[in-house]
């Protein structure tokens, strides 16, 4: 990893999950209405999240997941429900609190929330490890080393997100760079699917590992791509 690319880009993702966009973040991720764009977001983040619980047993009683920049928790909830020990882990200490206030009083007992860097090996070890559009802000490069450091705690599977390079998006991500603002999201990094396929084939990292399955979720303005990486038994 470009340890000073990752802290640089880590640093403003800390800085703008935690102050400029709390507050949408918090609205995004709740039941109160959003506009028509925004909508087509929420709605694809659902899908997302369907789909990564679905690659997951039906029983996750006693299994250590960790959420790897967990948001507000929704996830961490859904998995929480299902019996699983759940490690939820973001760099913003405000959207923590928030998704610790969001959990109903029974399900406190299965989720510890932290916030930290997900990378921090302190957290232990885990069976499963889902990093939901949580890596999607890092270059290539150095979100191949995240995989990569978080692979040597997990036992069964990484299931990770991450945006697929598309004409259209890398457009728009260069018009974006034309005009610069202050309270703008750190840009998305658009991943060649092919390239990140092969780079993670190529790693001395992932000499036991699979990737099972790989699927799109596109809905309005919200593209994302879900890929598995399953470690051989
Ligand atoms: C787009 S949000 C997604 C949140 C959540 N996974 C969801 O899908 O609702 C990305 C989150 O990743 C967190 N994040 C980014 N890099 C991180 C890191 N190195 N360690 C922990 N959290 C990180 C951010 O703070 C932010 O809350």
């Not at 302190?122 to 990569?148: R, T």
């Not at 990094?189 to 390239?195: F, G, L, M, Q, R």
Request: with cysteine; hydrophobic share 40%.
């Amino acid at each position: 990893m470009d340890a000073i690319s990752y802290l640089d880009r880590r640093s403003k993702l800390q800085d703008y999950f935690d102050r400029t966009a709390n507050d949408a973040w918090a609205k995004l991720t709740s039941d109160a209405p959003v506009s028509g764009i925004r909508a087509t977001v929420r709605a694809g983040r659902d899908q997302m999240r369907n789909t990564i619980i679905s690659r997951l047993p039906e029983e996750l009683s006693g299994k250590r997941i960790l959420d790897a920049g967990c948001g507000t928790g929704a996830l961490a909830l859904e998995l929480a429900n299902k019996g699983a020990l759940v490690t939820a882990v973001d760099l913003s200490p405000n959207l923590i609190e928030l998704a610790k206030s969001r959990i109903p009083e029974g399900n406190r007992r299965n989720i510890k929330f932290h916030s930290g860097d997900m990378l921090d090996d302190a957290y232990g070890e885990f069976d499963y490890v889902i990093g939901m559009d949580s890596m999607i802000h890092y270059c290539a490069k150095d979100m191949l080393v995240v995989l990569e450091k978080l692979s040597s705690r997990v036992s069964e599977k990484i299931l990770f997100t991450f945006a697929p390079s598309t004409l259209p998006l890398e457009v728009m991500i260069r018009v974006g760079r034309l005009f610069p603002r202050k309270d703008r999201a750190p840009f998305i990094e658009p991943i060649s699917h092919t390239k990140l396929h092969k780079s993670i084939n190529q790693s001395p990292w992932f000499v036991d590992w699979e990737t099972p399955f790989t699927h799109l979720v596109s809905s309005g303005f919200y593209k994302s791509q879900l890929m598995e990486l399953t470690k051989q038994s």
